[in-house]
T-cell receptor, first 114, second 114 residues
Framework: AQSVTQLGSHVSVSEGALVLLRCNYSSSVPPYLFWYVQYPNQGLQLLLK??????LVKGINGFEAEFKKSETSFHLTKPSAHMSDAAEYFCAVSRTGANSKLTFGKGITLSVRP | NAGVTQTPKFQVLKTGQSMTLQCAQDMNHEYMSWYRQDPGMGLRLIHY???????DQGEVPNGYNVSRSTTEDFPLRLLSAAPSQTSVYFCASSSTSGGAGELFFGEGSRLTVL
């Protein structure tokens, strides 16, 4: 079984401040890890993903995440928040193998204050 | 680029009515899936398909039916709508069912059951 924990439901930062969204996962086998973003009234789109190789993954819009196996974490960061980053962010996990299903966390809403 | 197209975007039903949510993709993806999104619960998988003629249940399949007669289309049927099915529904597709692939989402269908 696999699961994702995103603690808290809402994070608020000032424009220009560091963004840190936490994600911890549980998986019995090496995981694939994803961050998706959902802007208001839209579907989700992929920010970045980790499959194998380098544990620091860079995504779109200046976001990055680091896979830490020892901590079972995949936290999302961005050095300087922009107003346009306000959205809901979902961490998700799947695993190797055919027909592997993606399991989403509950999501975190990011607000950016001027 | 059309990508994943869902119709209708909004629908109001009365308890006991049936309806079909349509989903079409033009990316020749083999894998398609339906999720429902509820506040504080993230996205939960309803049904998925790894190719034409092949469907399987996800985490919350009760009350829903699917079929996959073509690669492009993956309709979701509500057999007898209940207020608990009030939700936002997302269709998603991927070029792979192997767990590492990016999911491409439609813009969602907001369903209210009275």
């Amino acid at each position: 079984a696999q699961s994702v924990t995103q603690l808290g439901s809402h994070v608020s930062v000032s424009e220009g401040a560091l963004v840190l969204l936490r994600c911890n996962y549980s998986s019995s086998v090496p995981p694939y890890l994803f961050w998706y973003v959902q802007y208001p009234n839209q579907g989700l789109q992929l920010l970045l993903k980790y499959t194998t190789g380098a544990t620091l993954v860079k995504g779109i819009n200046g976001f990055e995440a680091e896979f830490k196996k020892s901590e079972t974490s995949f936290h999302l960061t961005k050095p300087s928040a922009h107003m346009s980053d306000a959205a809901e962010y979902f961490c998700a996990v799947s695993r190797t193998g055919a027909n592997s299903k993606l399991t989403f966390g509950k999501g975190i809403t990011l607000s950016v204050r001027p | 680029n059309a990508g994943v197209t869902q119709t209708p975007k909004f629908q109001v039903l009365k308890t006991g009515q049936s309806m079909t949510l349509q989903c079409a993709q033009d990316m020749n993806h083999e894998y398609m899936s339906w999720y429902r999104q509820d506040p504080g619960m993230g996205l939960r998988l309803i049904h998925y398909s790894v190719g034409a003629g092949i469907t399987d249940q996800g985490e919350v399949p009760n009350g829903y039916n699917v079929s996959r007669s073509t690669t492009e289309d993956f309709p979701l049927r509500l057999l007898s709508a209940a207020p608990s099915q009030t939700s936002v529904y997302f269709c998603a597709s991927s070029s792979t069912s192997g767990g590492a692939g990016e999911l491409f989402f439609g813009e969602g269908s907001r369903l209210t059951v009275l």
